[in-house]
Nanobody, 120 residues
């Protein structure tokens, strides 16, 4: 069973920082692109940032210059450092990864989500 487990969400004041982590576990042969998405109440799930296996990154315009995505391939973990948080960043944050289990094809895996709340 391949899964992603997120941690690090919480409540923070505007201008503050949080760091999210997401660790992959299970019988994993390879992990491709990893990323973070977020979904605010009543809205669709949107891309926040992605990072390829070789380190190329991509960010939503709304978080450029404030958020940084990184990964540790040895630990099978992806991180999202969020600085200068704004109330508009309030959402459930989901980790996503393209994972190939041993003896199986690639599959798109999602974490359970972690709540980030930014107070004004």
């Amino acid at each position: 069973q391949v899964q992603l487990v997120e941690s690090g969400g919480g409540l923070v004041q505007a201008g503050g920082s949080l760091r999210l982590s997401c660790a992959a576990s299970g019988s994993i042969f390879r992990i491709g692109c990893m990323g973070w998405y977020r979904q605010a109440p009543g809205k669709q799930r949107d891309l926040v940032a992605t990072i390829a296996a070789v380190g190329n990154t991509n960010y939503a315009d709304s978080v450029k210059g404030r958020f940084t995505i990184a990964r540790d391939n040895a630990k099978r973990t992806v991180y999202l450092q969020m600085n200068s948080l704004e109330p508009e960043d309030t959402a459930v944050y989901y980790c996503n990864a393209l994972i190939q289990p041993f003896g199986a094809l690639d599959r798109d895996v999602w974490g359970q989500g972690t709540q980030v709340t930014v107070s004004s």
